[in-house]
């Protein structure tokens, strides 16, 4: 792994009141961190470091540029980015209950960014991956 992984990530992969058996964590409110509507579930998170750079990994074939897929244009969707074609600084960690990627995105500096594969486009839902966990219900 290239990048230093969050402590708190660290302590989540290790800790069996995450690792979700059967179904997922639900949001405790329709809204990421920046107060955009969110509709999505907390499916899996990664459970070692070894996984997480399996999955981060995939990244690379499953986000090839195409020509729809890699494009630089905006449309206005809340927490838009731009498509990601260079992945060297996202790092996967978990999905959501569909299969779409929760990934770290280092781009902006030292504490990475949540960003989430929301069925066409790629967007900013937390600051920080603390923040991204305070989204949704953890049981125990």
């Not at 969707?77 to 959501?96: H, M």
């Not at 990934?103 to 960014?113: A, N």
Request: aromatic share 16%; charged share 25%; net charge negative.
């Amino acid at each position: 792994m290239r990048f230093e992984l969050p402590g708190f990530l660290i302590e989540v992969m290790g800790s069996r009141l995450y690792q979700i058996e059967v179904g997922s964590f639900p949001l405790k409110h329709k809204f990421d961190s920046y107060g955009n509507q969110l509709e999505t579930e907390l499916g899996q998170i990664c459970s070692s470091k070894d996984e997480v750079q399996r999955c981060t990994e995939a990244l690379k074939s499953d986000f090839l540029p195409d020509g729809y897929y890699g494009s630089s244009e905006l449309i206005g969707y809340p927490g838009e980015i731009r498509d990601i074609t260079d992945f060297s600084k996202i790092v996967c960690f978990g999905y959501s209950s569909d299969r779409a990627p929760f990934c770290l995105d280092f781009r902006d500096g030292c504490e990475p960014s949540i960003i989430w594969w929301d069925d066409v486009y790629w967007r900013r839902i937390s600051p920080n991956f603390k923040c991204f966990m305070e989204l949704f219900e953890i049981r125990s």
